[in-house]
């Protein structure tokens, strides 16, 4: 008889277990507090738009590939590497396209950064150095217990020691002079949820991931596609999806749990649990641990808050490109206060995906969907969004001024979220998008673990596991957890 897998959640972390255990032979059952499935990786149509809710790139193209041979399921979506990789337009006008080919790149910056291509494979040697080193001995282990792990990061080439101790904006400080430069290759630190000034310099090697790795790229249909494809999939070889639940509670006999409670007081029944929802959160709000209590909770160091806006216009907007990124005139003073001071927002660094660029069925015929991503303090630090579309307002009338085109009369459509949505609808503490945040207290073994403490069957995936926040990383979280389920 199948042993039977419920997993609460459908984020990518949780729709991924559930091919490789399906592949092992388990039953698999999803329940979903949201009526359709995705987490953070979703999708809102609206107006005849359609606008990815969440990420809207990925890197590491090879994980999705190899995972999906590791399960025995053709690839179910198609995408293509992207070229520009990105533009970042500044706020005196100045834009730079960042391609993977280094000297086209550094005829980009020949002005203000000499001998640009040479600091540029200095830089990207020590950050491939650094991805190679670390990568499958520590971000892609499970470790037991903390002794596994220190002794794991005693095998890492101890060159690297000083790099942790720095942060990412001093990393890339010490290869390039150009402040330009040195903000355009600061940016991923951003999509780790925290900025360059408390992101960890070992994770510049997320820079040789995007000019030298893979890149990267673009989902055909738009990235919710990855989601359908992968519940087309699931469906095909059985696995049950119930959406509208909201696991509440649990039922347990010794240290196993027999049933999962919802809201409702229904009761569902496994042989093994996986919990795709926040792993932090889930352990105090669900099980009431006591070191995951709200008062403990507000002690870990969070991710930042995201403002997100959709909006659908009804004309073209040509000169953008797929992924743009738009900077103040004060980087180093925004950044360094955005986590905590909701007053930095006067002057927003912004990303504007264009989803219709490469995916024209995502908008109507001559128009454009437009996502728009600001980084924000969570509800840690501004509870109180009542003047959000003053904030939006100041967003789109810079984005406006920057093109060269007041987009606010071609407005169709428009809906924003606040840390108040993203908290509601995905059980995010305090409205942090991506979870934890990656300090050194809250990498690897230091995580929350993916294996429950006291219950022998209940296991977690996702950002706020190991190895953490991020597209590759839910796949390469489901992998982990997996081979500790199987």
Known sequence: MKKKVIITGTGLGGLSSGLLLQSKGFEVQFIEKNNQ??????????????????????????????????????????????????????????????????????ESFKDIEPDFEVKMEKYLKKCGALFHDTFDVVIRNNFDN??????????????????LMRTFWQQVNKYFDSQDARQILSLVAFFLGRTPFDTMGIYSLLSYTEFRHDGYHNVEGGMYRIVQGMVEALTERGATFLYNTEITSVE????????????????????????????????????????????RLRKMEWTMG??????????????????????GSNFEEYGQNVLRNPDSLQKPYYYVNV????????????????????????????????????????????FSNRIGIDIMPHIITRTVYTPKEWEKQFNLYMGSGLGLSHKLGQIGALRPK????????????????????GLPMAVISAEMVCKRII
Request: charged share 25%; proline share 6%.
């Open 37 to 106: 499935p995705g987490g953070r990786l979703n999708r809102l149509e609206k107006d005849g738009f359609i606008f990815d809710t969440g990420p809207s790139f990925f890197s590491m193209s090879y994980v999705f590939t190899d995972f999906m041979k590791l399960c025995g399921v053709e690839m179910p979506f198609r995408f293509i590497e992207l070229d520009p990789l990105y533009s970042v337009h500044f706020a005196g006008g100045k834009s730079y396209k960042l391609h993977k080919d280094i000297g086209k790149l550094a």
């Open 146 to 163: 903390y002794l596994e792990y220190f002794v794991t990061l005693m095998k890492v080439n101890p060159e690297h020691i000083p790099v």
């Open 252 to 295: 347990h006999a010794g240290d196993k749990i027999t049933h999962l409670i919802d809201s409702k007081g229904n009761c569902y029944e496994a042989d093994v649990f996986l919990i795709n929802a926040d792993a932090a959160q889930f352990r105090g709000k669900v099980l009431h641990r006591k070191k995951y209590s709200d008062s």
């Open 306 to 327: 995201y403002l997100t806006i959709y909006v659908g216009v009804d004309r073209k907007l040509p000169d953008l490109d797929l992924h743009n990124y738009f900077l």
């Open 355 to 398: 989803v219709s660029k490469h995916n024209p069925d995502c908008a109507p015929e001559g128009c454009e969907s437009l996502f728009i991503v600001c980084p924000v303090p969570s509800l840690l630090y501004k509870s109180d969004w009542s003047n959000r579309d003053e904030i939006v307002n100041s967003i789109l009338n810079d």
């Open 450 to 469: 993916n294996y429950d403490e006291e219950f022998k069957n209940l296991y977690y995936v996702g950002a706020s596991t190991t190895p953490g926040a």
